[in-house]
């Protein structure tokens, strides 16, 4: 039996209280001055990495911002982030960028989203009329249509360097190995757990889970926005901390903290 | 033999082996025995549990590639949701290439209505069409219309249904209003739509959530069904299979178990294929490097 | 400067709505509001709809274009404009039960779906015999772990193996759902946070689309 608490919902005490802590924290953690430690990401290194390879080898590299089928969503925004820095990198080192967007219906949405940021950082630049538009073609609404145009556009481009960051399903796998075939590093990334596995064994890197929602800040290299992968861990700890309590007090023999959290 | 042969084996020799040994066994199946596990055994016993008066959402989130693999878990499970007697049934669909899908499951389990020519009247074990059971067609946005339907009913799927026919005496006779009168939801999926059934319908009526999902999803919803918020998962193929094999069904999915399990030994042999080039010869040639 | 057009616009627009979502989440709230969250969900589907046809506008657009100056490829882009059209209109004005439409359906949408899916298998098998190498104690016990896991999957494994099966429950009872639920709650907690710095402007996607939109300052 739980804590009734209006005007606050039944059984939402719990989540309210939680969720107001990370909206505090992370408040609180953008306004931070001081540059927090961060480990490294290998996956989010990895990318200047390829942008340098793509660089030296005069080959273009291709940007997948993912396809959700919920359109702007948390792992969309992350992908966006991962085209908008390779947007960059790519504009300042005269890098040919190739980001064919489609996959799922909501792509649409996506795609001008991501033509507009992609421009702007070419804008940003100082180099406008590097922008090609042609390099960001939609393909196709359908996840294994838009995969099989994009591999052909791998085989046919050859880039140095495939980055495909966002919600990627059973399709970034067919995609990994293409990439491999033709010699390009693979650095992917997403939080639909059900293809790490599949994306860990055919890319050469990998940002698990949240390591990609926290890229944006990662790459900003603000130490606000660094701070807030620290509320993050903050969070981690708090839910460890709660279910470690848990443990010990159900073992003996209280429902006190499932209580508490169905509150 | 060389091993610097095993190191470097040309991919299309793997794809060429696996397509000739899986073709060798989809047209000459074998016959393998079959081990049920407990979450389809409980699948099972949820549905044949079904009492009269039940209303039940039958939701597709299924592309085609995914209808591959959950084929038989359709029509197995919508076969035996349409045994119950009493038991009222909604199809849904929030994948647009579903409803095709869902035709041709009601062409093959049910027969034409007397007097009737052509969609939607079907007759599906003794089920009649707009008494019974309707199908209310594709809604665009998963999770953005799921909510909807949460939160609003009988508004957020209308009065008529996929072939533009008037369902309100559906709605009226069987006294469904609202989200709070669904008994049970079964979501077929290849993307995540029983997940969203759990936080809008589980989460805040309590109606069970039963998923039967493509392989890559499994381990997820595993996790999702062990914590108690699914109640009840038939995984993939090898899940379609053994609710087949339950119900009695004769189907494809029985049949593609034999060619399953060679996959997963060719899998296994390839692994060890690899290792052994690459501790042999691999390994050698990039230390020299 | 037209509102419109300003930082502060998009940044407030973000949260005008998120009360509306999640205040009558978390509280009791007049009916006024729960009617508002009701209608906002709604209406993101309606958005959701007619999104297909910007995609379709814009796909129409680049292939005539791509048609017109006959770039590489151009034929492609009649093709894929024709079947694309051919099977709006006579999904419009023949309707979904067409025998046409239900033909581009079986003949072409779903058997290339199926298809393309089911070559994956042949990449995943190239993909398993690369990246299950024993390199190190992390490849060899995930090496490990995959075989339990296949042989329990396979009739045939579960036959030969019988005691694969209780390492592989076991693995995937324990071992996997620990991991799976540190993901989940991971994933929530890192979704929550990149929410909120959206709604205080600070990510980078909204920044770049805000800058563009405001000249660049």
Redesign the interface.
């Known amino acids: 039996m739980g804590i009734e608490l209006?005007?606050?919902?039944t059984g939402?005490i719990s989540?309210?209280i939680f969720?107001a802590v990370?909206?505090i924290l992370?408040?609180y953690n953008?306004r931070s001055k001081k540059v927090p430690y961060i480990r490294r990401v290998p996956a989010i290194d990895a990318i200047e990495e390829g942008i340098g390879r793509a660089t030296e080898l005069g080959q273009p590299i291709f940007v997948s911002c993912g396809m959700s089928?919920?359109?702007v969503d948390?792992p969309t925004?992350?992908g966006?982030?991962m085209l908008?820095?390779s947007a960059r990198m790519c504009a300042r080192n005269d890098v040919r960028l190739i980001a064919p967007m489609g996959g799922s219906?909501?792509?649409?949405?996506v795609?001008?989203?991501a033509r507009?940021?992609v421009?702007?950082?070419y804008?940003?630049e100082g180099k406008p009329e590097s922008f090609n538009i042609d390099d960001m073609?939609?393909l196709s609404?359908?996840?294994?249509?838009w995969?099989?145009a994009y591999c052909g556009m791998m085989m046919r481009e050859k880039p140095a360097t495939n980055i495909m960051v966002g919600v990627q399903?059973?399709?970034a796998?067919?995609i990994?190995?293409v990439g491999?075939?033709i010699g390009a590093m693979v650095i992917s990334g997403t939080?639909y757990?059900?293809?790490?596995?599949?994306l860990?064994?055919?890319s050469d890197y990998v940002m698990?889970?949240?390591e990609m929602?926290?890229a944006?800040?990662y790459?900003?290299g603000?130490a606000?926005?660094l701070a807030?992968?620290r509320?993050?861990d903050i969070?981690?700890l708090i839910?460890l901390a709660i279910t470690v309590l848990g443990i010990v007090i159900l073992t003996m023999g209280s429902n006190f903290v499932i209580d508490l959290l169905s509150s | 033999m060389s091993f610097k042969i095993l190191w470097n084996i040309d991919?299309r020799i793997y794809y060429g082996l696996l397509f000739i040994i899986v073709s060798i066994l989809l047209l000459n199946p074998v016959g393998m025995p079959l081990k049920i596990s407990p979450e389809v055994k409980n699948t099972w016993q949820m549905i044949d549990d079904l009492q009269p008066g039940d209303f039940v959402i039958i939701n597709f989130c299924l592309?085609a590639?995914g209808y591959a693999q959950l084929q038989g878990a359709c029509n197995s499970m919508i076969t035996h949701i349409f045994e119950k007697p009493g038991v009222t049934v909604l199809f849904m669909m929030v994948s647009?290439q579903a409803p095709i899908m869902l035709e041709e499951i009601i062409t093959i389990n049910g027969d034409l209505m007397p007097g009737k020519t052509t969609f939607p009247w079907y007759e599906i074990r003794g089920k009649t069409y707009g008494e019974d059971y309707i199908n209310m067609g594709f809604y665009?946005g998963?999770?953005?219309f799921i909510a909807a339907l949460s939160m609003n009913f009988r508004k957020s799927l209308g009065n008529t249904d996929w072939y533009g026919e008037d369902v309100t005496d559906f709605f009226e006779s069987h006294n469904i209003q609202s989200a709070e009168d669904v008994d049970m939801v079964v979501s077929f999926d290849s993307?995540d739509g029983a997940g969203d059934f759990m936080r809008y319908f589980f989460l805040e009526y309590g109606t069970p959530v039963i998923q039967s999902m493509i392989g890559?999803?499994?381990?997820?919803s595993k996790v999702q069904y062990d914590a108690g918020n699914y109640a009840g998962i038939v995984p993939s193929i090898r899940g379609s299979a053994e609710y087949q094999f339950l119900q009695n069904y004769p189907g494809m999915a029985l049949t593609q178990m034999d060619a399953f399990s060679a996959v997963q030994f060719y899998l296994m042999a390839l692994m060890i294929v690899g290792n052994l080039g690459y501790h042999f010869y691999g390994k050698k040639q990039q230390e020299k490097v | 400067m037209s509102i419109l057009r300003r930082k502060e616009f998009f940044i407030a627009l973000i949260v005008i709505i998120s009360i509306f979502i999640?205040v009558p989440?978390?509280?009791?709230?007049p009916q006024f509001m729960s009617d508002m969250e009701i209608w906002l969900t709604e209406t993101t589907v309606v958005i959701?709809a007619f999104?297909?046809w910007?995609?379709l506008y814009?796909?129409t657009r680049?292939e005539l274009v791509k048609i017109q100056r006959k770039g590489r490829g151009w034929y492609y882009s009649g093709i894929i404009l024709g079947l694309a059209w051919v099977m709006v209109l006579s999904g419009l004005v023949l309707g979904k039960e067409a025998t046409i439409y239900k033909f581009l359906q079986w003949a072409f949408?779903i058997p290339?779906?199926s298809t393309?899916?089911a070559?994956?298998v042949f990449?995943?098998t190239?993909?398993?015999a690369?990246?299950?190498r024993l390199k190190s104690l992390e490849s060899t016990l995930l090496t490990f772990g995959a075989v339990f896991v296949l042989l329990k999957q396979a009739p045939l494994g579960e036959l030969l193996v019988p005691w694969a099966g209780p390492v592989a429950i076991y693995i995937q009872d324990t071992l996997a759902m620990a991991a799976?639920r540190v993901?989940?709650?991971?994933?929530a907690?890192?979704?929550?946070?990149?929410?909120?710095?959206?709604m205080?402007g600070?990510?980078?996607?909204l920044i770049?689309?805000v800058?563009?939109a405001t000249g660049?300052d």
């Open positions: 209006y005007p606050i919902a939402k989540g309210l969720f990370l909206i992370t408040l953008l089928p919920r359109g948390a925004v992350a966006l982030s908008t820095h219906d909501q792509s649409y949405t795609m001008e989203l507009d940021l421009e702007t950082q804008q940003l073609p939609f609404g359908r996840q294994f249509a995969a099989s399903y059973a399709s796998v067919y990994s190995e491999h075939e939080t757990l059900s293809n790490i596995a599949c860990a064994a055919s698990i889970g949240e929602l926290a944006g800040a790459l900003s603000d606000g926005q807030t992968i509320t993050q969070g981690k839910f | 991919r592309s590639s647009d665009p998963i999770s953005n993307d890559v999803m499994v381990a997820n | 999640y989440y978390f509280f009791e709230v959701i999104s297909v910007v995609g814009t796909s680049r949408i290339g779906d393309i899916y070559i994956l990449y995943l190239s993909a398993g690369r990246a299950f799976t993901f989940n709650v991971s994933l907690i890192g979704s929550v946070v990149l929410a909120i710095r959206l205080a600070q990510e980078m996607a770049g689309l800058r563009r660049g």
